[in-house]
């Protein structure tokens, strides 16, 4: 089932679970903004998932209420994870599930972040 973006937050969904300690992870990066782990179902050689600590269900949600103070922190959060994976001299790829139309499964906002391989097109699916 996909996740409508503006959907109320839902506190038992899995990336609460793991921010909460209940279910493990494998972590790459914490600080008071994100968490960063490696994606259970990897589609890369490097494929990491970086959330926010707040309760945002989705992009929209985050952007929409997160504080300039906890946005800056998120991103910048993000580009450190990528740098410290190794990520900036070969390049990677940033990516955002958001609602239905993109498939988004968590309820909870997470970026993926794809590298160690050429990724190929950004969109398997013609329009
Ligand atoms: P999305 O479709 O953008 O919502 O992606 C959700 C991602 O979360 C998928 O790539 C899953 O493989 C990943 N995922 C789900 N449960 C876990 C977990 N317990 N630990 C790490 N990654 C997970």
Do not use: W
Request: aromatic fraction near 10%; charged fraction near 20%; hydrophobic fraction near 45%.
């Amino acid at each position: 089932m996909s996740v409508r973006a503006t959907e109320p937050y839902d506190d038992s969904n899995v990336f609460a679970r793991i921010l909460r300690g209940e279910i493990p992870c494998k972590r790459v990066f914490e600080d008071g903004f994100a968490l960063a782990f490696h994606d259970i179902h990897a589609r890369a050689p490097v494929h990491v998932l970086v959330i926010p600590k707040g309760r945002y269900v989705s992009s929209a949600d985050f952007l929409a209420r997160a504080s300039e103070g906890e946005i800056a922190g998120f991103f910048r959060a993000v580009g450190q994870v990528a740098r410290e994976l190794g990520l900036e001299t070969t390049g990677y790829r940033m990516l955002a599930n958001t609602g239905s139309d993109a498939h988004q499964e968590v309820p909870h906002f997470h970026v993926h972040l794809f590298g160690g391989r050429a990724l190929g097109p950004m969109l398997v699916e013609p329009m």
